[in-house]
């Protein structure tokens, strides 16, 4: 890893927004959003203290696997403009504080899950942190283009712990939900990549648009939609959820696949013609954040 | 004249005080209410 392109002001402290921005506040939204999603869904009354304090540690345990993510990717940051901005490579913050606070953030999540919630649901926390920062960051992200599929692995790991923190256990449904966040995140990074394509490039790091370029990745945007529409429908004809999770999750996949053929039918190369594919991206969070609602008003209404 | 630099750094040190104390006594206020809620739930 490079370190001598950042320069950092070690006169002063860090300051606490620099803190904050470690931990990705907008990535976390979406991991808190799905996790309560899949506590709620569980069938289990959960003490709302405990809940709370679940959902506090898996939303800690999401900043604190951020943390060590921008720790460990501070020489790749300053060469992208999408994070050059960031405190690492911007110089706001010393690595060696990023650090401390990454690892202290992850030990105190997982043993306050522990002792909160149940100690499977803080295994699962602790193995989701460790996924992300040494499977992802550390082995994948730099060596293939297979990074963002295996990896995906680690971001859908919340609506399994909000669950078994709700639970003690873990069954078919949170099993459903964790492959459709895996299947979910190739296009939704692979959408993302095509259009920050050069950005990728520069810092030398094997996305699929760099390594294989923009035709085959559209592809397999297209080609893994299918399966995440298949895992996203399946709760409801296994019996696992009811109508209105099925009619949601037919049509928010139908649409999600109309606007992966639009993204196979575009032949732009440059990021201005790329419009499909920002509407992919922007659509994709959009997909997630409604399909689990319609899960949690779906069991709802069952109840 | 004092360093504005000091400034900074002293103004910096200071927020970051006042944060860890209400984050300290946040989780102070949360440990008393899982204990709580432990309670209640083997009772």
Known sequence: MNTATITHDTALPADWRDLLALTKPRVMSLVVFTALCGMLAAPATVHPVLGFTAILCIALGAGAAAALNMWYEADLDALMKRTAGRPLPAGRLDRQTALHFGVGLAFFSVLLMGLAANWLAATILAASILFYVLVYTVWLKRRTPQNIVIGGAAGAFPPMIGWAAATGDVTLLPALLFTLIFLWTPPHFWALSLFVRSDYAAAGVPMLPVVSGARATRQQIALYTLPMAAAAVAPWPLGLAGPVYGAAAAALSLAFLILALRVLANRASEPEGMKPEKRLFAFSIFYLFAIFGALVLDRWMLA | ?43
């Open chain 2, 1 to 43: 004249m004092t360093d504005p630099r000091d400034e900074e750094s002293r103004r910096r040190q200071k927020t970051r005080a006042i944060i860890m104390a209400l984050l300290l006594g946040a989780f102070v206020i949360l440990v008393y209410a899982i204990t709580i809620a432990k309670m209640g739930m083997l009772q």
